[in-house]
C-alpha cells in the first residue's frame, strides 16, 4: 500500500445498491483510495461495477460474507493494513 499523503481514504460500508455507494465512487477522484468494509465488500465479485484501482476489501468482513476465497488476495486487508491506510492517507471520508 503506498503512502498518498495528499490523497482520500474513502470508506464505504453500504451495499453497492445502496445510492450512497453510487455517491461514493462518483467522489472518488484519482489518486485516492476506496476501502470497503461490511457489505460494501459484495461489490469485489461484481465485475461490471468499475471500482478504482486503489481498492481494497476488509479481510475480516469478505470472510464473513464467503467473498474472500473469490477475489484476489491483494485485494483484501486486514485490520492492520486498515489502520495502514489511515496512516497513509491525510484525509477520511466515511460514507
Not at 459484495?42 to 476488509?58: K, M, T, V, W
Not at 479481510?59 to 497513509?88: I, K, M, S, W
Request: glycine share 4%; proline share 4%; with cysteine.
Amino acid at each position: 500500500m503506498p503512502e498518498n499523503t495528499t490523497a482520500t481514504l474513502h470508506i464505504i460500508n453500504k451495499a453497492p445498491e445502496h445510492a450512497r455507494f453510487r455517491y461514493c465512487l462518483a467522489s472518488v477522484q484519482q489518486g485516492d483510495t476506496l476501502l470497503l468494509i461490511e457489505d460494501a465488500v459484495l461489490a469485489l465479485l461484481d465485475r461490471e461495477r468499475q471500482l478504482p484501482g486503489a481498492s481494497y476489501g476488509l479481510e475480516t468482513d469478505a470472510n464473513a460474507r464467503a467473498v474472500a476465497n473469490r477475489v484476489p488476495a491483494e485485494q483484501l486487508v486486514d485490520y492492520a493494513g486498515f489502520v495502514q491506510l489511515t496512516v497513509n492517507h491525510s484525509r477520511i471520508i466515511n460514507w
